[in-house]
Each structure stands twice: as structure tokens, then as C-alpha cells.
T-cell receptor
Framework: GENVEQHPSTLSVQEGDSAVIKCTYS??????FPWYKQELGKRPQLIID?????GEKKDQRIAVTLNKTAKHFSLHITETQPEDSAVYFC???????????FGSGTRLSIRP | NAGVTQTPKFQVLKTGQSMTLQCAQD?????MYWYRQDPGMGLRLIYY???????DKGEVPNGYNVSRLNKREFSLRLESAAPSQTSVYFC???????????FGNGTRLTVT
């Protein structure tokens, strides 16, 4: 079955700097890669997703890149702000199955 | 329009007791999921239901049973609770394969 690995587990960056979180997946048939943000005590919420027919997607300060050959995808946050502090999860799934498998999460802290 | 509603929000059980976690959605989505979240372990899939009348095991199904009662409701049952099942449980739904997950607010379960 699918296995998703996420690194790093914790990340601390200066406010205004960029943050990068990386994930790898094992199932070459996976074709949908969402990212979720979870603030303390809250539910996870989708922030951006990418499908395998696209190599990069941007939404304001957030971008996701996908390398299908290497089976890895990354989340990039630019100009980080205090409200970016949260736990971020990557996930992978494929259209032939309903299973959505998550990485273990990255706790991002923004230093003032 | 509540989205995904989970009950109860908190529960404390003694080892060996049973209980059912309830999840209901008003989004008219086909697929429903149960995840557990433990520190450092991310979100692990327990069971999922791709459509009414079908259920499948996820990554960590042992000790749990599920029922997809109708399109709206998907319940998770612990027949004999164990301390290892202390966790935060999230129900989630999505429209179909490869679409964003919408999470409920979670149930915090403690087994003593």
C-alpha cells in the first residue's frame, strides 16, 4: 500500500523567511497530493493541492511542486507570518482507490 | 449547514468499555473516513466507506468496527476499549476520489 514520508518533523524559521516541507510517496499510481494545515486544537484544513498532470501550483504565498519521477512533492511558504505557525500534513491518493494516506506532519514555528 | 458533525467531543472510558463515535454530514458526499491522530504519528486511516453500503479497512483497523448507516452517517465502534486507543478521532468526507477532505471537529477519547 501507499506510504508517505514527511520531513522535517519540526521547523523553525524567522518571520519573513521561507519554509520548505518535503514529502515522498511510494505508490507510483498516486496522482493527487493535497496539503493540510492544522492549527492548535482545530481540525485539519486544505490549503493547496496538486494533481499529477501538473508540476507546480501557486496560491499567493504558498506553492507546491511535484516530481513524479522521484516520487516527491514539496510545500513552499514564502514571506512567512506568525499565523503560518501550525502543523502541516502532506497526503497522497490515487483515483482508483478512496484511501488517502497522510504523512506524519511538520510543526512549523515562526520566530518574531 | 454544519458540514461534518462529530459526537461526542470528549469521552473518557475505562479499559474494556465499549462506545460508538458518531459522524454525520450534510454535504451529500459519497466517501467518508475515520482517522486517528496521535502525537508524532500524523493522521492514520482506520476505516473508510467509498459509498453507502461499503466499508474497507485502512492502515490501523484492529480494535474497531464501522457502520455506514446511510449516505449521511458513518459510525466508529470500539467494542472493548484499550489505553492504546487513547487518541483524537477525526471523521472526514470527500465528494469522490482525488477531491479535498472536509474534517469534523474531532473527538478526544481517553481510555484509562
Amino acid at each position: 500500500g501507499e506510504n508517505v514520508e514527511q520531513h522535517p518533523s519540526t521547523l523553525s524559521v524567522q518571520e519573513g523567511d521561507s519554509a520548505v516541507i518535503k514529502c515522498t510517496y511510494s505508490d507510483s499510481a498516486s496522482n493527487y497530493f493535497p496539503w493540510y494545515k492544522q492549527e492548535l486544537g482545530k481540525r485539519p484544513q486544505l490549503i493547496i493541492d496538486i494533481r499529477s498532470n501538473v508540476g507546480e501550483k501557486k496560491d499567493q504565498r504558498i506553492a507546491v511542486t511535484l516530481n513524479k519521477t522521484a516520487k516527491h512533492f514539496s510545500l513552499h511558504i514564502t514571506e512567512t507570518q506568525p499565523e503560518d505557525s501550525a502543523v502541516y500534513f502532506c497526503a497522497a491518493s490515487k483515483s482508483s482507490a478512496s484511501k488517502i494516506i497522510f504523512g506524519s506532519g511538520t510543526r512549523l514555528s515562526i520566530r518574531p | 449547514n454544519a458540514g461534518v458533525t462529530q459526537t461526542p467531543k470528549f469521552q473518557v472510558l475505562k479499559t474494556g468499555q465499549s462506545m460508538t463515535l458518531q459522524c454525520a454530514q450534510d454535504m451529500n458526499h459519497n466517501s467518508m473516513y475515520w482517522y486517528r491522530q496521535d502525537p508524532g504519528m500524523g493522521l492514520r486511516l482506520i476505516y473508510y466507506s467509498a459509498s453507502e453500503g461499503t466499508t474497507d479497512k485502512g492502515e490501523v483497523p484492529n480494535g474497531y468496527n464501522v457502520s455506514r448507516l446511510n449516505k449521511r452517517e458513518f459510525s466508529l465502534r470500539l467494542e472493548s476499549a484499550a489505553p492504546s486507543q487513547t487518541s483524537v478521532y477525526f471523521c472526514a468526507v470527500d465528494r469522490d476520489n482525488n477531491s479535498p477532505l472536509h474534517f469534523g471537529n474531532g473527538t478526544r477519547l481517553t481510555v484509562t
